[in-house]
């Protein structure tokens, strides 16, 4: 290989790395509106508990619950959004274990991934309802 094809393709990994250098992969629980809010789930107080943890523990929020979330607009969703009663709700977060509890303790919710920013979900933690 000569010095300017190994340059090249240098070049090349950096340019790739830095394309993908800021992506993140999101985590994600979604269902019915109704259903996350309901009561009867308590999902309100597994956040604040989770909430007040992180706040003792100095850790940076890395979970968010969003009502209608925008990300479920990508076209590479749109199988995910199918299934999703409207009006949806979704938590997010950056722990992949801590959404595989969730999911496991609210049972009829759909689960999954994806990287942000992107074309498509440019904000990951975006809704579809306009804030007042």
Not at 44 to 72: C, S, T
Request: one cysteine or more; proline letters at 5%.
């Amino acid at each position: 290989m000569t010095t300017s094809s190994k340059l090249l393709e240098n070049i090349s990994k950096t340019i790739y790395l830095n394309e993908t250098k800021f992506m993140t992969t999101y985590y994600y629980i979604a269902a019915s509106e109704k259903f996350l809010t309901s009561d009867n789930e308590n999902l309100h107080e597994v956040l604040d508990e989770r909430h007040r943890f992180y706040k003792e523990q100095n850790r940076e929020i890395d979970f968010w619950f969003i009502k209608q979330p925008a990300f479920l607009e990508a076209p590479e969703l749109a199988q995910v959004k199918a299934k999703c009663p409207q009006p949806s709700a979704a938590v997010v977060s950056l722990d992949k274990e801590w959404i595989t509890f969730l999911k496991l303790r609210l049972e009829y919710v759909l689960s999954g991934e994806f990287e942000a920013p992107s074309d498509s979900i440019p904000q990951p933690t975006a809704s579809l309802v306009a804030s007042n």
